[in-house]
Each structure stands twice: as structure tokens, then as C-alpha cells.
């Protein structure tokens, strides 16, 4: 068996009494395109935010790539090439699309404090950046502040950001969030065309974004993982029809 890109082994988190993750077992095999679906309440934040170190488990384990990564903080899981996307964008509004991406290319290279001190300085940087918008096809907005760029682009631009990072493994979290029906497309075209080196966990609630893009479907119901399969085993499931599509099967 090949080594995982992602694997979490008996996961548990507790809030005192309250327990919202529970003995979650889970894998992400190298180039997956994988989603994480689940009622609301289910545990997918609480999941991705154990799994990005923002939360600590009470227990269980969390590998990357084989190497345990349990205890390390988030930036050493990103350093170690864990990327993710959120549901709001975190960018900095104040500066331009290519200054955003520009910072993140020069953090993963170790330059990023001494960015815009001398102009020039770090040409390969702001290049390496520049073709990133390239490839998602934002490079006309490299120029604009954040804040004047309409909302759909403003993710591409976050998806940028986290592939500067150079990942092994990025999670996007509801990567069309908020973004009208004609921009979502685009934004799906490109998840799509991501390179097949980067295994992908899709956080999503909106079915169709979910069959478009994912080979493997992990079901999450009240902290616990319900169900895995492909997207027809997961569409034919009575299970998951009644708790997360909320049908009733009176068969």
C-alpha cells in the first residue's frame, strides 16, 4: 500500500462532555480529489481545523505524508506542505492581487520580511507570483487592490495564495462560498485543472460542486464519519439520503 498523503487514525476531540470528533479514521491518497460532506453540525471545520492544527485532538494521530505532524503548530504544517483555503478569504484587502501572492511565494522562500525594501530585490519572487495569476487567469487584476476585485476572483486569488505554498495536500474549504452562479464556474474550471501532484480534500455542502470534482466522498454525521465511497455509492446510500439530503425512504 502507498504511503498516504493525508491519514488520520483514531481522532478524537472532546469539549469537556461534549464530543465533536469521534474515533475518526480517514485517508487521502496521493493526487485524490476527495470530499468531506455533512449536515450542518457535523464536525467538518472542527475536523479541518484539527487537521491544520488550529485545534489539538484528545487523542489520535495525524500523518502527512507518513510523518506524524500531531503536535506541530500551523506553520509547521504548512512548511511541511499542508495548504488550505477558508470559507471567508483571509487576504489583505489593502494591498494589490500581486502583492498578496507575492508575500506568500516570498514566506514559503524565507524572504517574505524583507519583501518591498529594496525594489527589485527579490525579482524571482514577484515572477514566480506573477505566473501564478497567470495560470489561474486573474493576471489582468495583478495589479488592483483586493479590495476592488470582485468577490469570485478575490477566492482565485486565494487559491493562489495557497498554491505559492507549494502544497502536498490542499483543503479547500467551500472554495465557491458567497460567489454569484456565473463566477462559480470559473473558480471550478480551475479546481479542476489543479495539478494532479496536490491531493485535494473539498470541504462543501453544494452537491453539484461536490459530484463535479470528486472520485471519493466522505460522509461526516455529528462528529463521526458515517460513510465513504465513490459519488454513485454515496448518491445510492439510504443512509446518507436521510440524514444529509433529508430524505425519507417509506419503501
Do not use: C, W
Not at 485535494?200 to 471519493?216: G, N, Q, T, Y
Request: hydrophobic share 45%; glycine share 10%.
Amino acid at each position: 500500500m502507498t504511503t498516504a498523503a493525508l491519514e488520520v487514525q483514531g481522532l478524537n476531540k472532546n469539549f469537556g462532555a461534549l464530543v465533536v470528533a469521534n474515533a475518526i479514521d480517514f485517508r487521502l491518497e496521493p493526487g485524490a480529489r476527495h470530499a468531506l460532506i455533512g449536515p450542518n453540525g457535523a464536525g467538518k471545520t472542527t475536523f479541518v481545523n484539527l487537521l491544520t492544527g488550529r485545534l489539538q485532538p484528545t487523542s489520535g494521530r495525524i500523518l502527512l505524508g507518513g510523518d506524524d505532524i500531531t503536535a506541530l503548530s500551523q506553520e509547521q504544517r504548512v512548511k511541511r506542505g499542508l495548504g488550505r483555503t477558508f470559507q471567508i478569504n483571509q487576504l489583505f484587502k489593502g494591498l494589490s492581487v500581486l502583492e498578496n501572492v507575492t508575500l506568500a511565494v516570498g514566506e514559503r522562500a524565507g524572504v517574505a520580511g524583507d519583501m518591498f525594501r529594496v525594489a527589485g530585490t527579490h525579482r524571482g519572487v514577484v515572477e514566480e507570483a506573477y505566473g501564478l495569476l497567470e495560470r489561474l487567469g486573474i493576471a489582468d487584476d495583478a495589479l488592483k487592490l483586493v479590495r476592488e476585485v470582485p468577490y469570485g476572483r478575490q477566492r482565485l486569488v486565494e487559491i493562489a495564495l495557497a498554491l505559492a505554498l507549494n502544497p502536498k495536500v490542499l483543503l479547500l474549504d467551500e472554495p465557491a462560498a458567497g460567489v454569484p452562479q456565473g463566477e462559480s464556474k470559473v473558480i471550478l474550471d480551475v479546481v479542476a485543472a489543479l495539478s494532479p501532484d496536490i491531493a485535494m480534500l473539498i470541504i462543501e455542502h453544494d452537491m453539484d460542486i461536490v459530484f463535479r470534482i470528486a472520485k471519493r466522498i466522505t460522509v461526516l454525521v455529528q462528529g463521526a464519519v458515517l460513510i465513504e465511497g465513490t459519488p454513485q455509492e454515496i448518491a445510492a446510500d439510504r443512509q446518507v439520503r436521510e440524514v444529509y439530503l433529508g430524505e425519507r425512504d417509506h419503501g
